[in-house]
């Protein structure tokens, strides 16, 4: 089993639509999880944090199921600039934060 | 708002050849990361920094990579003979110590990246 992996993508949706992103990571003793956004050949930024009771910025919610070890990310009304590769990011224990990235999956709004 | 910076944005070199990657953390951070990411492919870890010496490295980091802090502002990473797999896009990333707290004080701040092209 990959350590996160992600829907492989790419997804095609119009704009307004509510896109949901799916991830599962391996390790259960994980402690933080990341949405990061990254557009096309530039760095990762960070989008959300993802907190244990969930959390919510803007029209992106993000929630994190320990039980099943998995994490979503909905975004509502989407907007053309929403148009990137969405990364599933989980820190690895027993480290310095070193981060283990899933593959991303890309999203594309179309007017 | 500060960054991380990194030069140069474009490298070109000659297989066997060393090329020093460089990046200026933000000022007050402690933790410092190289990763790299294969044109289509994930980001990966290479290497973790603190206290003026390597926390940890992925399998990639092998003996032809290094890092350095030289002056206590700027961060490399060296390779010293570069292969054509080394071809990718390296980014540095610091992050500030915290002891607990939630989540975003893990938050590894990014800059954008060296592209490296190893003919």
């Known amino acids: 089993r990959k350590e996160v992996e992600q829907d492989p993508g790419p997804f095609n949706v119009p704009e307004g639509a509510t896109v949901a992103f799916n991830c599962t990571y391996s390790?259960?003793?994980?402690?933080?999880f990341f949405w990061y956004r990254q557009d096309c050949r530039k760095e990762p930024k960070l989008l959300m944090s993802v907190y244990s009771s969930g959390n919510e910025d803007g029209r992106f919610t993000a929630q994190l199921n320990r039980a099943s070890q998995y994490i979503s990310l909905l975004i509502r009304d989407s907007k053309l600039s929403d148009s990137a590769t969405y990364l599933c990011v989980v820190n690895k224990m027993d480290s310095n934060y070193q981060l283990i990235w899933g593959a991303g999956t890309k999203l594309i709004i179309k007017p | 708002e500060p960054e991380v910076t990194q030069t140069p944005s474009h490298q070109v070199t000659q297989m066997g050849q060393e090329v020093i990657l460089r990046c200026v953390p933000i000022?007050?951070?402690?933790?410092f990361y190289w990763y790299r990411q294969i044109l289509g492919q994930k980001v990966e870890f290479l290497v973790s920094f603190y206290n003026n010496e390597i926390s940890e490295k992925s399998e990639i980091f092998d003996d032809q990579f290094s890092v350095e802090r030289p002056d206590g502002s700027n961060f490399t990473l060296k390779i010293r003979s570069t292969k054509l797999e080394d071809s990718a896009m390296y980014f540095c990333?610091?992050?500030?110590?915290?002891?607990?707290?939630?989540?975003?004080?893990?938050?590894?701040?990014f800059g954008p990246g060296t592209r490296l092209t190893v003919l």
């Open positions: 000022s007050n951070h402690l933790y």
């Open positions: 390790n259960s003793a994980s402690q933080s």
């Open positions: 990333a610091s992050r500030v110590r915290l002891a607990g707290g939630p989540p975003t004080y893990n938050e590894q701040f």
